[in-house]
């Protein structure tokens, strides 16, 4: 299993990004994706999920700017980020947990950097 995060750049605040989670080796739409972010300093938090059936949540932080989705032709899910803020500044990185029945395994992409300037 294989995820790999893209689109991650520098970008001013108020502007926008959509970060891409390409996954191999495994059917996603089959499990619950998250996104989840890690600033300079500070623990690493939930960002959006998606669970198979589609349903997806947010921390209150992205709540109304991020939007998570997933394209199953092309096995990936993308986070898309708007209005900006310097504090959405951190690294990004994809997460795969399998649901039942198909496993229990946990996976992770790389990350990708996300900086946001004032």
């Known amino acids: 299993v294989q995820l790999v995060e893209s689109g991650g750049g520098l970008v001013q605040a108020g502007g926008s990004l959509r970060l891409s989670c390409a996954a191999s080796?495994?059917?996603?739409?089959?499990?619950?994706m998250n996104w989840y972010r890690q600033a300079p300093g500070k623990q690493r938090e939930f960002v959006a999920a998606?669970?198979?059936?589609?349903?997806?949540n947010y921390a209150d932080s992205g709540k109304g700017r991020f939007t998570i989705s997933r394209d199953n032709a092309k096995n990936t899910v993308y986070l898309q980020m708007n209005t900006l803020k310097p504090e959405d500044t951190a690294v990004y990185s994809c997460?795969?947990?399998?649901?039942?029945?198909w496993g229990m395994g946990d996976y992770w992409g790389q990350g990708t950097q996300v900086t946001v300037s004032s």
């Open positions: 998606i669970r198979s059936g589609g349903v997806t």
């Open positions: 080796g495994i059917i996603l739409s089959l499990h619950t």
């Open positions: 997460n795969l947990v399998e649901e039942p029945p």
